[in-house]
């Protein structure tokens, strides 16, 4: 569902710039794309900063956001940031990294041990260095959040060690760094689009996948699905970004506007999600779900071919890099 949010404004306030509207010069719309529901926390959080954007200029910058792949497929609204059709993009590092190849280190698995590290990277050094390989392609990086650590989900058998994982038809995210985890695990990597998962679990098509728990949540498959090991494999990152074709027209008071609002918007999506995640535990739990610790060492040892090959593909002096920044 599109929302349009003049936000913050009311009839008094409309008022004030309807004469300027008159001369020609009315409100700049930005097309916003994410890839949730608009019952999922990153939606709130687009409102409102599509809210505080428009109330701090006034009503010159007006969003339109658009929610659920309204205006495509993940990879279309990745490419669409690229080209011009879409002016303002949020989703996660590995789909955009069909466009944008350098945010797939990210999502290499087991990277992070916890979110202050996944937030210390994307936030620093490393963050900057992926901001600015988009500049080639148009593109500005406003923003970094996280839509939540991913976790394995399994319908028939609890996944405790790598090994179990060996021979399970997994659905994973399409995306290098996701399929070589899955053959690193001996699975099977299953490309499935999400809304069919449901049905391939119920029919034992797959036999599991890795999510979020707010996704589980939000596409209801925590009604098919019985253990969950909480693997925290990846952190997750997501990211913000403008097209250059829409943002270099705006007024430069509202450019700082929208590059100030995108850093707050980062900052209040890292929060809200922590707490969401939670809720979606517990949702997870009442509905049956066995929750699985699981020693972690066995795990990152399994993917160690994993980063050879990215090393070998991204460049030893970006992983360097990667490595240090994660480990603080």
């Known amino acids: 569902m599109k929302t349009t949010l003049l936000a913050g404004i009311g009839a008094p306030a409309l008022g004030l710039f309807a004469p300027n509207i008159a001369r020609g010069q009315g409100a700049v719309t930005l097309k916003f794309a994410h890839p949730d529901s608009n019952l999922h926390p990153n939606h709130k959080m687009a409102e409102a900063f599509a809210g505080r954007v428009g109330e701090r200029t006034n009503g010159a910058v007006k969003i339109d956001i658009f929610a659920g792949g309204q205006l495509g497929s993940s990879v279309s609204i990745a490419t669409g940031v690229a080209t011009g059709t ?3 993009v949020y ?12 945010m797939q280190v990210l999502d290499l698995p087991f990277l992070f041990r916890d979110a202050r590290s996944g937030e210390r990277v994307t936030d620093g050094e490393i963050g900057q ?24 989900e399994t319908t028939r058998k609890v996944v405790r060690a790598p ?19 899955a053959k690193a695990f001996n699975a099977q990597p299953v490309s499935l689009d999400v809304s069919e998962m449901y049905l391939a679990l119920t029919q034992n098509t797959i036999d599991g996948y890795e999510f979020p728990l707010l996704s589980v949540v939000a596409t209801k498959l925590h009604e098919v699905t019985k253990f969950v090991s909480e693997t925290n494999h990846t952190y997750n990152a997501m990211a913000l970004l ?3 074709f829409k943002l270099d027209k705006l007024d430069p008071t509202h450019l700082k506007v929208l590059r100030e609002e995108a850093l707050r918007f980062g900052n209040d999506t890292r929060k809200s999600i922590v707490e969401a995640s939670a809720a979606a535990k517990k949702t997870c739990q009442d509905a049956g779900i066995q929750f699985n610790p699981v020693d972690y060492a066995p795990f990152r040892q399994k993917v160690e071919p994993v980063f050879a090959q990215f090393r070998t593909s991204m460049g030893e002096q970006l992983i360097d890099k990667l490595l240090k920044a994660a480990e603080g």
């Open 91 to 102: 989703h996660t590092a590995g789909f955009l990294s069909s466009i944008f190849p350098m």
């Open 86 to 88: 879409v002016d303002l």
């Open 163 to 181: 090994d179990d994982l060996s021979g399970m038809k997994f659905r994973i995210q399409q995306s290098p760094v996701f399929v070589a985890m």
């Open 129 to 152: 260095m992926i901001f600015a390989s988009l500049a080639p392609k148009n593109v500005y990086g406003l923003a970094w959040s996280t839509n939540g650590w991913r976790v394995v």
């Open 242 to 244: 403008g097209s250059k």
